[in-house]
């Protein structure tokens, strides 16, 4: 069956430097992938996504990785900011089917 | 634009009660999605509705839990005789008419405490 999951549940950064969170995920037909940011008492929010057909996508100080390969999908966050802690889920979709969400890392910035 | 709605934020109910939550999706969205999120845990898919029809219901339980999404008026989530394990995070997506492959707007979510 599908499932998503996160190699590191928690991640803690000195400000300023990079995060990167990873995903590995099961379902090879999975056509659409996207990071949402959680802050505390609040929904997900949208953060970047990337379709299949894609290896590499950015936004602004964000960067989504995706190797189909090994099914590996990655989020960088460059100079991370204190603003940035949250928790951050990966989510797959398949070919417009309900998406698939993993269990989340929760980011932690360091003054 | 208004973005998703949900009301009421927080709510406590009685085991044996029903709670009713309800979601307006954005301006334009005609796709609607519900999930669950326990403490510390990531969000898990119950059901996806469009205007007048379930599209997709597997993982909503079968019994005491119901959704629908009107002509008119928000979504709604029904949980009938609720007990403590419905305590939870609801959650409430809309995507656009391009259907369930394209991004999905969260709402803030609504509370339910179980006592």
């Known amino acids: 069956g599908e499932s998503v999951g996160l190699h590191l549940p928690t991640l803690s950064v000195q400000e300023g430097d990079n995060s990167i969170i990873n995903c590995a995920y099961s379902?090879?037909?999975?056509?659409?992938f996207i990071w949402y940011k959680q802050e505390s008492g609040k929904g997900p929010q949208f953060i970047i996504d990337?379709?299949?057909?894609?290896d590499k996508r950015q936004g602004q100080r964000v960067t989504v990785l995706l190797n189909k390969t090994v099914k590996h999908l990655s989020l960088q966050i460059a100079a991370t900011q204190p603003g940035d802690s949250a928790v951050y889920f990966c989510?797959?979709?398949?070919?417009?089917?309900?998406?698939?969400f993993g269990p989340g890392t929760r980011l932690s910035v360091l003054p | 634009n208004a973005g998703v709605m949900q009301n009421p934020r927080h709510l406590v109910r009685r085991r044996g009660q029903e709670a009713r939550l309800r979601c307006s999706p954005m301006?334009?969205?005609?796709?609607v999605y519900w999930y669950r999120q326990l403490p510390e845990e990531g969000l898990k898919f119950m059901v996806y509705?469009?205007?007048?029809?379930?599209?997709?219901e597997s993982g909503m339980p079968k019994e005491r839990f119901s959704a629908e999404f009107p002509k008119e008026g928000p979504s709604i989530l029904r949980i009938q005789q609720v007990v403590r394990g419905d305590s939870a995070a609801y959650f409430c997506?809309?995507?656009?008419?391009?259907?369930?492959?394209?991004?999905?707007?969260f709402g803030p979510g609504t509370r339910l405490t179980v006592t």
């Open positions: 997506a809309s995507s656009p008419e391009q259907g369930a492959s394209g991004e999905q707007y």
């Open positions: 379902n090879s037909a999975s056509d659409y």
């Open positions: 990337i379709r299949s057909n894609m």
């Open positions: 989510a797959e979709n398949n070919y417009g089917q309900n998406f698939v």
């Open positions: 301006k334009g969205h005609s796709h």
């Open positions: 509705l469009q205007k007048e029809n379930i599209i997709d």
